[in-house]
C-alpha cells in the first residue's frame, strides 16, 4: 500500500514551497521520498527554507529564486532545474497572491496585471515548459492549486478568484493536451488554512477568519499541514486514473 504513495526516485519542484501551504505540500513530498525543489521570490529565502526542510527530511532539497509573474524567469527556472536534477516529475504551481480586497470598479490595470500575471500567465507558462520535457521522461502529474472560491466568487476577490476559475479551465485544457504525453493535470483547491495569506486578509477585514471557518461544514481553519495528504495523492500513482480534476479540500465549504 505504502508503493502507491511512494516518490522515491521523483523530483518535485513546488513554487510558492517557502512559507504556507506550498511549504507544507514540498515538505510532505520530501517525506514520501521525492527531492524537492522550492521557489519564491527571493533566492536568500528558497536557500534558508531549503536548508530547514533538508535538515528535517534527509532529502536533497534546493531553493531557487524565481517570480512567477516574470515570463523570463520561469524560463530560467526551469533551465536550472533540469540542469541540476536532470528530470521532473511532479510540477506543483503554488505560488498565489491576492494582495487586497478590490471592489470590480475599482480593479485597474496594474493590479489586474498582477495579480493574473503571478496567478495565471505564470502557472500557464511553467507548465508549458515542464509538460513536454515530463513526456519525454517518465511522464508526471502536474497540480495547479486554485482556491474554493473558483467555484463562487465573492465581493472583492473577484480578481483573484476570476484567475483561479481560469487556472481550473486551463487545468482542463492542459489534461487534454498532455494526456498523450503520459502527463497528469489535476487542480486542487483550498479552503480556508492559516497562513499568511489569511492573515492577510484577516488584517484587512475584521472578521474575516471566523467567516471562513463558520462558512465550512467543520467550523475552523485548517492548519497548513492538513494539505499534504491530497498533494501526495494527486502526485503520486495513488492517482494514476485521475487526470483534468479538481480535489476541494475544504472542510466542506462549498
Ligand atoms: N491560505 C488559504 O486559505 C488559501 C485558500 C485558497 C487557496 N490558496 C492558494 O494556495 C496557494 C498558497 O497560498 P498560501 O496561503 O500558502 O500563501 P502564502 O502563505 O502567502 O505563501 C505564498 C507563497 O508564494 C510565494 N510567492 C508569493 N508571491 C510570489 C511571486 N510573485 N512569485 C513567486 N512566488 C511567490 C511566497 O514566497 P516568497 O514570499 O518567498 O516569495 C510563498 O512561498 C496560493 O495559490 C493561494 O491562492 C490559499
Known sequence: MNQLFDLSGKVALVTGGTRGIGNSMARGLAEAGADVIVTGRKQDGCDAAAKE????????VLGMACHMGDWDQIDALVTRAYDTCGHVDVLVNNAGINPAFVTVENVTSEY???????NLKGPMRLAALVAPRMGQSAGGSIINVITVGAYFGGAGVGVYSSCKAALLNLTRVMASEWAPLGVRVNALAPGPFDTDMMRGAAAAVPGFSEGAAAATLQKRVAHPDEIIGSVLY???EASSFVTGGDLIVAGGMH
Open 53 to 60: 526542510m533538508a535538515e528535517r527530511t534527509g532529502r536533497k
Open 112 to 118: 489586474w496585471d498582477k495579480v493574473y500575471g503571478v
Open 234 to 236: 494527486l502526485a503520486s
